[in-house]
Each structure stands twice: as C-alpha cells, then as structure tokens.
C-alpha cells in the first residue's frame, strides 16, 4: 500500500516569495490534515479536510496561506507572501474517516531567507 | 489555555528504567487518544491509541487515560536507547473532531 506522498521535500525560498505543497493522501482516505512544524514543537494544525469539505481552518492565516483539495483526493497547501516565520516543516497526514491513526507524509522542509 | 498540553522536557533516564510521559487536555468531551513517537528529523508514528478510562497496555507500553481529570500518559518499560525520541500527545476534540497534538516531551534514555 503507497503512503502518503508529499513534494518537494525541501524548499528555499526569499520572504516575499511564494511556495505551494502537494499531498495525495493514501487512497480511500476521507480525511486530510496539513499541519506546520516549527523545530522544537509539536505539529500545528492548519488546516483539516473532510472529502473536499473543511473541518476546521482556524488556524490557518487566511492572509497568506490557502489550501484546497479538488475532488476530494490530493490537495495543495499555498503560501503567498512567505515570511521568515514560516520556516517550518509542512506535514500532510490522512486517516480513513479521521479520529483514527494519522498516515504521515515526510513533510516539506521550508527555509523562508 | 492551550488545548493539549506537555512538558517539553528533556526527560531522562537510565538504561533499563521506566519512563513516563503526562499530558492534559481542555476539551471535556474529548474521546480519542494517541501518543506518537517522532525521530529527529522524521514524520510522527503512532505506537499508542486510548479510547476508554483505566490501562492499555501493548509490549513495553502502556498508555493511561483519566477522563474526569483530563489526564492522559504513556509509560515505557525497560527503557531503550532507541526510545530516545519526541513522544507526542494527540488529542480528537469533540464537536469538530479537530485532530490536536501537544508541543511533545523530548525523552533520553541513557546507556
């Protein structure tokens, strides 16, 4: 069974600049979650999905970041404009119906300069 | 007052010794319960999952879950070098079922 596939695995980029994430979660999973990890802290939750329908974005900056998942299967995380905060790693992760194990990617190393 | 919380460590101990992580959570209705493990420079994994009050118990671990004080822990037995890791606490709030992890306990256990 493929596990979830994310890319690129690594990113640098200018502040200012813009960058987007792919995910496409395991097949079958209803339920996909892209998650911000700055070093030295737990995963963040930015935004959960449903099918192609938001669980929760509340944590998401709306200013900047946007994600979506056509069709209910991969998804995209964007951010623009980039921030030297939002150095991180992006992790996508996907569940069968969600409240169950997560399936993680690697994640995308992102250096904003 | 954060929605899952963790002391962030470092937790050591020797060779050999059991080690125990804690973790709280705000969400009263909260029903399921995870503890992941996560190597430097790696994603998260899951080893444990808690759904009802009392002791669960797989291989060198066992997670504990006190709902009426929002209370969840894992103990590890026999503590390995390879168990130096971030152990994670993940929380599902109820409502949204919003999937919550804590800042993580750094743990070393020493040879």
């Known amino acids: 069974e493929a596990g979830v596939a994310q890319s690129p695995r690594y990113k640098i980029i200018e502040k200012r600049q813009s960058v987007a994430f792919w995910c496409n979660p395991i097949s079958g999973h209803a339920t996909l979650y892209w998650y911000q990890q700055i070093l030295g802290q737990g995963p963040k939750l930015l935004i959960q999905?449903?099918?192609?329908?938001?669980?929760?974005d509340s944590q998401l900056p709306k200013d900047r970041f946007s994600a979506e998942r056509l069709k209910g299967v991969d998804s995209t995380l964007k951010i623009q404009p980039a921030k030297l905060e939002d150095s991180a790693v992006y992790l996508c992760a996907s569940s069968l119906q969600g409240s169950e194990k997560l399936f993680f990617g690697s994640g995308t190393q992102l250096s904003v300069l | 007052q954060k929605e899952v919380e963790q002391n962030s460590g470092p937790l050591s101990v020797p060779e050999g010794a059991i080690a125990s992580l804690n973790c709280t959570y705000s969400?009263?209705?909260?029903?399921?319960f995870f503890w992941y493990r996560q190597y430097s420079g790696k994603s998260p994994e899951l080893i444990m999952f808690i759904y009802s009050n009392g002791d669960k118990e797989d291989g060198r671990f066992t997670a504990q879950l006190n709902k009426a004080s929002q209370y969840v822990s894992l103990l590890i037995r026999d503590s390995q070098p390879s168990d130096s890791a971030t152990y994670l606490c993940a929380v599902v709030t109820s409502g949204t079922y919003k999937y919550i992890f804590g800042t993580g306990t750094r743990l070393k256990v020493l040879a």
């Open positions: 969400d009263r209705g909260s029903q399921s």
């Open positions: 999905f449903q099918n192609n329908g938001v669980v929760d």
